[in-house]
C-alpha cells in the first residue's frame, strides 16, 4: 500500500488478508486470487480501478530531466479502468475485460513506463482517476 500511494494504513483501517480499506481516504486495496503479484486500488467515490502487477516490472531508472524522477518499467504493469460502474471490488484475474489503458508513458530506449516515484494518493482520488498534479 505504501509504496503505491505513500499512505501507510493504521490500527484504525481495516485491514484483512484479502483487503485494506483506508479510513481517511476513499480507497480499498485487495489481493486477486491466483496472482500474488496483483494488487488493485478502487476509488469508493467513482469506482475507478488500477491494477499493478509488480510481476511485469522489468527494471527501474532515474530519468532526469524537468519532469525526472524514478521510474518502474514493464509492459502493462500499471493499468487503470475508468469502466468500474459498482460499488465491490472487481475480482475477477481478467482486468483486461474492463481496462481502460495500460502504461503511463513510453521511452525509445527503456520501454512503457509503468509507475513514477511522484505518484501519491492524489491520484487515487482524483475526481477524473488520472491527475494529480
Not at 469506482?47 to 511485469?56: E, G, H, I, N, R
Not at 514493464?74 to 475508468?82: E, L, T
Not at 513510453?106 to 505518484?119: C, E, N, Q, T, V
Request: with cysteine; charged share 25%; proline share 4%.
Amino acid at each position: 500500500m505504501f509504496f503505491l500511494t505513500g499512505v501507510e494504513a493504521t490500527n484504525q483501517d481495516i485491514v484483512t488478508d484479502r483487503e485494506i480499506r483506508l479510513r481517511q481516504y476513499p480507497i480499498v486495496a485487495y489481493l486477486v486470487d491466483g496472482n500474488p503479484c496483483l494488487v488493485r486500488l478502487r476509488n469508493t467515490n467513482n469506482y475507478t480501478v488500477w491494477q499493478m502487477d509488480f510481476c511485469k516490472i522489468t527494471g527501474w531508472r532515474w530519468v532526469p530531466g524537468m519532469h525526472g524522477g524514478y521510474r518502474w518499467f514493464g509492459k502493462d504493469a500499471f493499468c487503470i479502468s475508468r469502466n468500474w460502474r459498482k460499488d465491490e471490488n472487481y475480482t475477477d484475474p481478467d482486468f483486461a475485460t474492463i481496462s481502460s489503458g495500460c502504461d503511463l508513458e513510453r521511452h525509445d530506449f527503456w520501454g512503457p513506463s509503468a509507475y513514477l516515484d511522484r505518484i501519491d494518493i492524489r491520484l487515487y482520488v482524483s475526481k477524473d482517476g488520472f491527475s494529480w498534479l
